[in-house]
């Protein structure tokens, strides 16, 4: 590796352990316990070697927006103990290739695509660990399935064998923090509605990104999706090559 390659890479951890850092602290002032949040580093647009570097230095799950440029990824390092999840919109035409290379889904918000998933994951695969996208703000521009639509479709996708419902998932409207609290009153809600959900077991709360970690935690969420604190800047398209 050479001297620029190195420096970056170094950057790189800096500011992977700075993040783990602001989340023990973020914590910690919430009075939760530091291993109930896990760090999703959110790769879109990043080259596989960030991932590579990352991942020798303890991260496991890595998120990732767009279907065919986690493929490509996943070929380049293949044989790494890697965690992928997909916590984009997923189209139909794409949920054959997800099914089978993905771990977690955090972007589910309706119930055809979750029939799919489950038709398609393959046997020998254990379930499919997947997140109920909500759109809380009812925002047109944003994917997820509204309040009033959540109980039917949790209890639909609790019927699928091949998925395991882990919880609930939010991108809040930017600087509406309060929506974190009300996907936690939401998931507390559905858990007490179906106690067997906790069996399952029904329990992340995927909320909080780089902007907003210490907020997300105190609200209690399970996975921070953190991007730009821990890869930078990120890329165009067009620098990295790829597209959905």
Same mark, same amino acid.
């Given at each position: 590796?050479?001297?620029?390659?190195?420096?970056?890479?170094?950057?790189? =951890?800096?500011?992977?352990?700075?993040?783990?850092?602001?989340?023990?602290?973020?914590?910690?002032?919430?009075?939760?316990? $530091?291993?109930?949040? #896990?760090?999703?580093?959110?790769?879109?647009?990043?080259?596989?070697?960030? =991932?590579?570097?990352?991942?020798?230095?303890?991260?496991?799950?890595?998120?990732?927006?767009?279907? #065919?440029?986690?493929?490509?990824?996943? #070929?380049?390092?293949?044989?790494?103990?890697?965690?992928?999840?997909?916590?984009?919109?997923?189209?139909?035409?794409?949920?054959? +290739?997800?099914?089978?290379?993905?771990?977690?889904?955090?972007?589910?918000?309706?119930?055809?695509?979750?029939?799919?998933?489950?038709?398609?994951?393959?046997?020998?695969?254990?379930?499919?660990?997947?997140?109920?996208?909500?759109?809380?703000?009812? +925002?047109?521009?944003?994917?997820g399935c509204s309040l009033a639509e959540l109980p039917a479709l949790v209890?639909?996708?609790?019927a699928l064998p091949r998925l395991r419902l882990r919880g609930l998932m939010?991108?809040?409207?930017?600087?509406? /923090?309060?929506?974190?609290? /009300?996907?936690a009153k939401t998931h507390a809600a559905i858990l007490a509605r179906l106690?067997?959900? $906790?069996?399952?077991?029904?329990?992340?709360?995927?909320?909080?990104?780089?902007?907003?970690? $210490? +907020?997300?935690?105190?609200?209690?969420?399970?996975?921070?999706?953190?991007?730009?604190? =821990?890869?930078?800047?990120?890329? /165009? =398209?067009?620098?990295?090559? /790829?597209?959905?």
């Amino acid at each position: 590796m050479n001297s620029a390659r190195a420096s970056a890479s170094d950057e790189l =951890i800096s500011r992977w352990r700075q993040v783990l850092i602001e989340m023990r602290r973020a914590s910690a002032v919430a009075g939760h316990e $530091a291993e109930a949040v #896990q760090l999703l580093a959110v790769s879109k647009f990043h080259a596989a070697e960030a =991932i590579a570097a990352l991942n020798d230095s303890g991260q496991r799950d890595f998120g990732e927006n767009y279907v #065919q440029e986690a493929l490509e990824k996943m #070929q380049q390092l293949r044989g790494r103990d890697i965690c992928w999840h997909l916590i984009g919109p997923l189209q139909s035409n794409k949920t054959a +290739e997800v099914a089978v290379n993905f771990d977690w889904v955090h972007s589910i918000d309706r119930l055809k695509i979750a029939r799919r998933l489950n038709d398609q994951r393959p046997d020998e695969l254990p379930p499919l660990n997947i997140c109920l996208q909500v759109n809380i703000d009812d +925002e047109d521009s944003k994917s997820g399935c509204s309040l009033a639509e959540l109980p039917a479709l949790v209890e639909a996708v609790m019927a699928l064998p091949r998925l395991r419902l882990r919880g609930l998932m939010v991108i809040p409207k930017a600087g509406e /923090t309060s929506a974190f609290a /009300t996907l936690a009153k939401t998931h507390a809600a559905i858990l007490a509605r179906l106690p067997r959900l $906790a069996d399952a077991p029904f329990d992340s709360l995927s909320m909080g990104m780089s902007a907003d970690l $210490a +907020e997300a935690i105190a609200a209690g969420s399970t996975w921070v999706r953190i991007g730009t604190a =821990i890869f930078g800047a990120r890329p /165009t =398209i067009s620098s990295v090559g /790829t597209t959905a």
